[in-house]
């Protein structure tokens, strides 16, 4: 009976303990978002000031607020930029998924086959030292000026950062755990499933956090080169036509976007870390 109260004792003060490490590692990442969002309007309006930039051109936060929902055209201009984000987003979210997917995969199939890692990592490390903007001419040759380029084009950003960052957190499972799994009949794939990936969860969350902002400056330039689409292709024609506003107006919902969907992922993935125990210090 003793026993069996400690035993529920433990078990309750572990269950409290994961329930406060959930909550502070919740509240550093709301935290960091918040303290990111501030950084960068305070460095947005000091380099306007620094610099002495014409009002005509640099616009701060506080004309781009007025230009999206103060200004007597305000509602259009703020309905005409959501449906220009709606069409970047959807585009950069097929990308995100299609090479997080495919990094994953591969990724998984180098750890079953050292003899496939060595032959296709360095090809991978190769190519991501290639600017995409050295990509494009030759996908839009290919898929044409279609949406299917701006897929591509989002999956090549994801892909490769993707793909050595978890391929290395596959690595970093213990030796002494895959041994376990080989006592017990289990095999590598066995081994992938049980250990390989629980373990390279904080790469995993890492490639994730790259990969999200990635999609969105893919899915801008395809747009931007090939179909005109989105907030990528609306840029060029705010540019040419002196549409200043516009211009700040996209830029800064693209950087807030981007912003608010790093520091998703970083809550997410310092809520799951805390539950499994997983610390900061460990992550790739």
């Excluded at 918040?34 to 960068?40: D, I, W, Y």
């Excluded at 007597?72 to 998924?97: H, K, P, Q, R």
């Excluded at 990528?232 to 981007?258: E, K, M, P, R």
């Amino acid at each position: 009976m003793t026993a069996t109260v400690a035993s529920s004792s433990l078990q309750g003060e572990i269950r409290r303990e994961s329930r406060r490490a959930t909550l502070r590692a919740l509240g550093s990442s709301v935290l960091t978002l918040v303290l990111t969002l501030v950084a960068v309007l305070v460095m947005w309006q000091g380099s306007i000031w620094a610099f002495g930039l014409s009002p005509y051109i640099a616009k701060g936060p506080v004309q781009v607020w007025e230009h999206l929902f103060v200004d007597d055209d305000a509602a259009e201009n703020l309905s005409t930029l959501m449906a220009l984000l709606g069409e970047t987003l959807v585009d950069a979210g097929i990308g995100f998924v299609a090479g997080l997917a495919l990094a994953l995969a591969t990724a998984s199939a180098f750890q079953l086959s050292k003899g496939l890692e060595h032959a296709l990592m360095p090809l991978a490390l190769l190519l991501r030292s290639v600017p995409l903007i050295a990509f494009a001419p030759v996908i839009i040759m290919i898929f044409g000026r279609e949406a299917a380029t701006t897929a591509v084009m989002g999956a090549i950003v994801v892909l490769f950062p993707a793909l050595v960052n978890i391929a290395y957190g596959l690595k970093s499972a213990s030796p002494q755990m895959n041994d376990v799994v080989a006592v017990y009949g289990g095999g590598p794939a066995t081994a992938l499933r049980k250990v390989a990936l629980p373990s390279s969860l904080p790469a995993f969350f890492a490639a994730v956090r790259i990969s999200a902002p990635g999609a969105i400056t893919g899915a801008l330039l395809a747009q931007w080169l090939a179909t005109g689409r989105g907030i990528g292709g609306a840029i060029g024609g705010y540019v040419s036509s002196a549409q200043f506003s516009d211009v700040w107006a996209a830029v800064v919902v693209v950087t807030l976007v981007s912003l608010v969907l790093y520091n998703l992922v970083l809550i997410v993935e310092n809520t799951v870390l805390a539950r499994m125990g997983m610390h900061p210090e460990k992550r790739v």
